[in-house]
Every structure is written in C-alpha cells, then in structure tokens.
C-alpha cells in the first residue's frame, strides 16, 4: 500500500499539505484517512488543523480519541495541533500571529515525526499560501464536476476543452517556484477526484485534468466516492482503514470493504516516502501479534 523508496530519518518531516479552495470536496476526510494509514505503516505523524473557524480535522481525531476511551480499545492518533485564529483587530497583527503558531508547532515536530499532515482552510489567505510553500506532497481534493474544476481551470462551454487556469493554479504555481528558490526541493502535486458520481461529464473531466496537468506538472488520481459509511466514520473519529470488529464490535461490510480499497489504491497513487525505522517497527509487530497467543516453548524460557 505504501511501500515507496525510503527516505533518510535525518531529514526534515514530510510535509504533507491538503488544499482546496471549495468546500465540501472532502479535505479533513482525505486528511485523516492518509495520517492514520501512515500511522500504521509505523511513521510517526503529526497532523496540523489552520482551519481554526471550522476545525473539522480538529473534531475528527478529538472524536477518534473519545471514541477509544469509551470503547476501551486502541486506535493510532497523531500528534495534533490546532493553530487558532488570532482574534486582534488588525489584519496585519492577526497574520503574524498565526504565522508565529504555525512555525511553532512545526518547529516542534518537524525533527521528531516522519509525516506532517496539513489540513487548510477553503479560502485563500496568508496562512494557506505560507502551507502551500511548505508542502511536500500537495493533495488537491476536487468533486467531480465542472463547478470543482473550475478551481483549477477552464473550459470551453461549446466543445469542452481547457481554456486557461484560475487563480488557485496560479498560486500553487508561485507556492511551488518559491519552495525550488528557498531550499531547492519540488513539490509534488497530486489533484484527486472525490465524490465520484458516474456523471456522463465525468470522461471530459478526466480529459481535461490530464491536458491541464501536463501544463502545469501534476498528476491526477481517483480519490473517495460519496459513500454514507465515510459520513458515519467521522462522529466516531473512524477510518475505512480501521477493523469495525475491534472498533465497532461488527463484523465487515461490503460498504466498509469497498470504502479500503479505494483509500488503499489511492495512498498508493500519492506514493509517499516511508522511514526504515517504521517499516521495521510495523513488521515486528505483525511478528509478535502473530505469536502471541501461542505458548512459550522451553528454549524462550531457559537460556
């Protein structure tokens, strides 16, 4: 699932930044799904929430540590933050603020984790532009269809071609060309196709994300369907990754069954970079839950 070329632990955290500037198209659910996969390929994450007004991320994995506490069981939980709105009356000195936080919580984090996981707000400001900077890996989550296009581009109403980029295209363009001057590292640039509904348009937009990609170096992968049990998973800070049997007392469903692969072959499409460290960890504990429930043997307990 996320057996990629392995990065070397002494670098920087990965910088893992979600964005979009539409609502709705499924950021924080797509969010949380990539930190706990990562979580258990044995990385350690960070998740960091900038939409301080409707801090969805924030509620999602305060639900996911309530859900284990009155459950009684185990699930993975990154280390978050919260970087909340400065409430001055200045503009300028609200900026520095926020700025000042988030620069904190990286600080903290960024020599100590694998993964960083960003969560940002629907709406261009400051503090979205300075995560776009940052990232790494940039997951654009989209609807498919023509009105979530149109946060990347274009088209032309008679015979459905891209005519040009928007806004948005052209901020993460600048974003990316300020990461190359500043440390001389890319950013990869994934736009994922959430809500997939089976739309007759859905071919031109396919089209038209792969024409628009070779102008403007990213690439595309299909993302989340619009499934109910997605809806369900957040009260409970829940994934599709995780076993209902353990952690809803429920045996798996089709719903739930399908839900993984689709998140599964899309953490396979983002192909980000995993420690050694984790991967060795992950294995260790595959052995030791394998064994377990076994017996000791007399050569285990005499040396």
């Known amino acids: 699932m996320l057996v990629q070329p392995i990065r070397d632990s002494r670098q920087p955290a990965h910088v893992v930044v979600v964005a979009s500037e539409k609502g709705g198209s499924g950021k924080s659910t797509t969010g949380v799904h990539i930190a706990v996969a990562l979580l258990k390929a044995g990385q ?31 699930l993975e939980l990154p280390t978050h933050y919260c970087i909340e709105r400065a409430q001055t009356s200045s503009i300028e000195a609200n900026e520095r603020i926020e700025v000042a936080n988030l620069c904190s919580a990286v ?3 960024e020599r100590t984790h694998d993964f960083v996981v960003v969560d940002t707000p629907g709406n261009d400001s400051f503090l979205m532009r300075l995560a776009h900077s940052m990232a790494d890996t940039l997951i654009t989550p989209i609807k498919d269809s023509f009105v979530d296009f149109d946060v990347l581009g274009n088209f032309d109403p008679i015979n459905l071609t891209v005519t040009g980029e928007t806004h948005y295209a052209k901020m993460v363009r600048e974003a990316r060309r300020e990461r190359r001057l500043l440390d001389g590292r890319s950013t990869d640039w994934i736009v994922i196709r959430n809500r997939l509904s089976g739309s007759r348009n859905n071919r031109h937009i396919a089209d038209g994300l792969t024409e628009l990609g070779k102008q403007m170096a990213f690439r595309w992968s299909e993302g989340l369907a619009e499934r109910v049990v997605y809806r369900e998973f957040f009260p409970l800070g829940l994934t599709a990754l995780d076993d209902p049997d353990s952690a809803l007392g429920r045996r798996t469903n089709k719903s739930h069954l399908t839900a993984r692969e ?12 995993l420690s050694e460290n984790g991967k060795r960890h992950v294995a260790t504990l595959a052995q ?8 000791l043997q007399v050569h285990e307990m005499v040396s």
Not at 262 to 273: C, F, M, R, S, Y
């Open 262 to 273: 689709e998140v599964i072959n899309l953490l396979t499409a983002l192909q980000l970079p």
């Open 44 to 74: 350690r994450v960070a998740t960091v929430d900038l939409d301080g007004r409707q801090k969805t991320l924030t509620h999602y994995i305060q639900n996911r540590r309530a859900w284990c506490e009155r459950r009684r069981i185990q």
């Open 288 to 295: 030791w839950n394998a064994v377990k429930d076994e017996p």
């Open 107 to 109: 600080s903290m984090i």
